[in-house]
């Protein structure tokens, strides 16, 4: 009689788990980023290949200067004035998403003005936001505290960050070989961490 109690408790454990794991797989995923040197980008892929859903990355109608210099004193007058820059980057239907994951890199120790634009263009109220960052080693500085305060009716999770580039030193893509390998264990222990691999 005891073994078949135990049984049936693990066959409704089981299905418990089953029924977990078919209803988080059932959420539709939108990954949008924003990445001047790929490394935001290969992170946003990472993040694809273990999650599954769509890659929406962020451009401007309006692309920053390619020198690094300009675009730096672009972006300090954005933040100083509050200027949002257009997106010629469009979501459609962006209400069907349960789950946005937002990725940007760190510009001046604050969220990229772009990211920004996309925030205030759309509606997430009632989403799960699961923000992601690269940087040059300085941290993410205010930049999920501004995702924060901009979703105030969203659910936001432990957010990822991770040393990418270093453009002003010259130092751009890193995202490959042994940092790869070792930034693709962390993203794989931090999405298990926020429950969204089993």
């Given amino acids: 009689m005891k073994k078949r109690i135990f049984l049936f408790l693990l066959f409704g454990l089981c299905c418990m788990a ?7 797989s059932s959420k539709k995923i939108l990954i ?8 935001t ?19 401007l109608q309006n692309p920053y200067p390619a020198n690094y210099r300009q675009q730096v004193d672009q972006v300090v007058h954005e933040n100083e004035t509050g200027f949002l820059p257009p997106l010629k980057t469009k979501i459609d239907s962006i209400e069907k998403y ?21 925030l205030h263009q759309y509606n997430l109220a009632g989403k799960t936001i699961i923000p992601f960052n690269t940087n040059a080693g300085y941290g993410v500085g205010s930049g ?23 453009e002003r030193d010259g ?22 961490r926020i429950k969204m691999l089993k």
């Fill in 171 to 192: 130092i751009l893509f890193v995202m490959k070989g042994e940092k790869e390998i070792q930034v693709r264990e962390e993203v794989n222990q931090w999405l298990r």
């Fill in 41 to 59: 980008k290969a992170v946003a892929q990472m993040i694809q290949s273990y999650v599954g859903g769509r890659l929406a990355a962020l451009e």
């Fill in 98 to 118: 349960d789950i946005i994951f937002i990725g940007f890199p760190t510009w001046a120790m604050q969220m990229p003005p772009p990211m920004k634009s996309f």
């Fill in 18 to 24: 089953c029924s977990s794991a078919q209803s988080q």
């Fill in 144 to 166: 999920f505290e501004t995702l924060k305060q901009l979703c105030p009716n969203s659910t936001v999770q432990e957010g990822f960050s991770t040393t990418g580039g270093k």
């Fill in 32 to 39: 949008v980023y924003l990445s001047r040197t790929n490394n």
